[in-house]
Every structure is written in structure tokens, then in C-alpha cells.
């Protein structure tokens, strides 16, 4: 199995970026971004089901919305309205059959 993310970028702050993320070698059942900023943990950003329902935190809420194409296995990320807070790096999620699958990160930041 390997997640393919692709959106890395430098934006001002306000300003929008879009993620996407591609899962070969088995079929996604909830897939996910989440990020993580220098010195700080883990955390999550976006999930969406296979059947299409979603969760965020507070933190993002009405800023990012995270979609998905289940024929194509990919799952994508549009934010939008960006703080110099959500630069981090940005990592992809698969869950397939019973196991967790992470992408390579891909650097987002946000300029003040």
C-alpha cells in the first residue's frame, strides 16, 4: 500500500491551497489529513468515511472541506482563508481493511 500526496506550497495568509492524496494497493475505508507543526503533536484535520460523512476540529471547521473519489482512492483537501497557525506538515490517511496507512507529509505554509 503507499499514499501519493501531492499540494505542497507557500501562501500568503488568507489566501487558499489544495491537497490531494492518492492510496494504491487496497481498497480506503476512512481516509484523512491530518498535521503536524514544528514541536507540537500530531493531529487530525479532516476524515471523511467512505460513505461520504465528515468530521473536523474547531480549528478548521468551515475553512477546509476534505472530499473524496473512491474510484479514483483519493481523497482531496480545499483550504481556504489560511492563518500563519496552519503551517505544518500536512499528512495523508488510509485506513484499509484493519490498518492505518500514512502518506510522506507535504509542507504547507502560511505567511504573515
Known amino acids: 500500500v503507499q499514499l501519493q500526496a501531492s499540494g505542497a506550497g507557500l501562501v500568503q495568509a488568507g489566501g487558499s491551497l489544495s491537497l490531494s492524496c492518492t492510496a494504491s494497493g487496497g481498497i480506503s475505508l476512512d481516509m484523512g489529513w491530518h498535521r503536524q507543526a514544528p514541536g507540537k503533536q500530531r493531529e487530525p484535520v479532516a476524515t471523511i468515511t467512505r460513505g461520504g460523512s465528515t468530521s473536523y476540529p474547531n480549528s478548521v471547521k468551515g475553512r477546509f472541506t476534505i472530499s473524496r473519489d473512491n474510484d479514483k482512492n483519493t481523497v482531496y483537501l480545499q483550504m481556504n482563508s489560511l492563518k500563519p497557525e496552519d503551517t505544518a506538515v500536512y499528512y495523508c490517511?488510509?485506513?484499509?481493511?484493519?490498518?492505518?496507512?500514512w502518506g510522506q507529509g507535504t509542507q504547507v505554509t502560511v505567511s504573515s
Open positions: 490517511k488510509s485506513t484499509i481493511g484493519a490498518t492505518a496507512y
